[in-house]
């Protein structure tokens, strides 16, 4: 019987570069601060605190913080798109009687606000966890895979007991997910449906 599967939410499901990017840029204005939005988006993953210590004082990083997250949902969500083959990827394992569950470190607000503006339909949504941290949700789902864009996404499937797929449409080619200990390396999530189709083939989720 099916249980879940875990999928990632930035550059994995949902492209948020252009979103992300733009609420650097009025973070920019805000706090008067070059941050370099072009070059942020670039290597998505890490928690929005780490990402801020690279550019302020630990002092300032709380109150920049508070002040993104202010901003996200109004000028970030509403421009997220789907990454290709998102809907298709989902509707696999819906139609093999499976749950979809979303493990992120994006806010579980924010998260649940990117999932409903795209439209996916997912089962559960778990955010502000990353890398390790992630495996406790994917372990209380029964995950049986975890999908990701990013090293840390290896190192949650691992915590969590689950198969490590994982996409190289984040910072990360294909041979360095690999080298990295990833179980599955696939180009992107459109490769997906035709692996899990094979994989449930051979029992691995049952």
């Known amino acids: 019987m099916m249980t879940a599967v875990g999928f990632d939410l930035d550059m994995t499901l949902a492209d948020t570069r252009t ?13 008067g601060v070059p941050f370099d939005s072009a070059a942020i988006v670039e290597r998505l993953g890490p928690p929005l605190e780490t990402e801020l210590a690279n550019w302020l004082p630990p002092e300032e990083v709380p109150a920049a913080a508070d002040l993104y997250r202010e901003i996200y949902p109004k000028i970030g969500v509403p421009v997220h798109t789907a990454m290709a083959g998102a ?7 819906r139609g ?3 749950r979809v569950i979303v493990v992120t470190g994006k806010n579980a607000r924010d998260a649940v606000g990117t ?7 997912v ?5 502000s966890v990353f890398g390790a941290a992630k495996g406790s949700a994917l372990a209380r789902f029964g995950a049986a895979a975890y999908v990701g864009d990013h ?5 949650a499937a691992r915590a969590g007991g689950a198969v490590s797929v994982t996409v190289a449409t984040g910072p990360y080619t294909v041979g360095e997910l690999r080298d990295h200990g990833a179980d599955v390396t696939l180009g992107d999530l459109t490769e997906f449906a ?3 189709a094979g994989w ?4 691995e989720l049952r």
């Open 194 to 196: 035709a692996w899990f």
């Open 151 to 155: 090293v840390a996404d290896i190192e």
């Open 19 to 31: 979103g992300i990017a733009a609420v650097y840029d009025e973070l920019a204005v805000r706090l």
């Open 96 to 98: 093999a009687g499976g």
């Open 123 to 127: 089962d559960e949504v778990v955010g």
């Open 115 to 121: 999932v409903e503006v795209l439209g996916l339909a």
């Open 200 to 203: 449930r083939g051979h029992d």
């Open 87 to 93: 809907y298709e990827a989902i509707g696999a394992v």
